[in-house]
Nanobody, 123 residues
Framework: QVQLVESGGGLVQAGGSLRLSCAASGRTFSNYAMGWFRQAPGKEREFVSFINWSGSSTYYADSVKGRFTISRDNTKSTLYLQMNGLKPEDTAVYYC????????????????WGQGTQVTVSS
């Protein structure tokens, strides 16, 4: 009952910035917590960031802490990930997800997923 579409990915030089967006439709957006995950070729899906329904609580993986910022605009039913100081190791397909997770870093805790957007960071 929730559809998610990511956008904003692309090719960027190391040290650069990108802002990813995740547009939601369907059931009320603000009823769900949201997360960002990423997956590089040959690797498992990795937790990146979490935000609760109101935006009052956020969490980041250690690998992105201090560089990435998650936010949401419930009036626009949109989730964002501002990525600064990008590194080549950030290269991956980035996915947004929604649900009411008990343990938010675990992908299977989320009910709905977008198709992903590619982020490539050159050295």
């Amino acid at each position: 009952q929730v559809q998610l579409v990511e956008s904003g990915g692309g090719l960027v030089q190391a040290g650069g910035s990108l802002r990813l967006s995740c547009a939601a439709s369907g059931r009320t957006f603000s009823n769900y917590a949201m997360g960002w995950f990423r997956q590089a070729p040959g690797k498992e899906r990795e937790f990146v960031s979490f935000i609760n329904w109101s935006g009052s609580s956020t969490y980041y993986a250690d690998s992105v802490k201090g560089r990435f910022t998650i936010s949401r605009d419930n009036t626009k039913s949109t989730l964002y990930l501002q990525m600064n100081g990008l590194k080549p190791e950030d290269t991956a397909v980035y996915y947004c997800a929604s649900g009411n997770p008990y343990y938010y870093p675990l992908p299977r805790q989320y009910d709905y997923w977008g198709q992903g957007t590619q982020v490539t960071v050159s050295s």
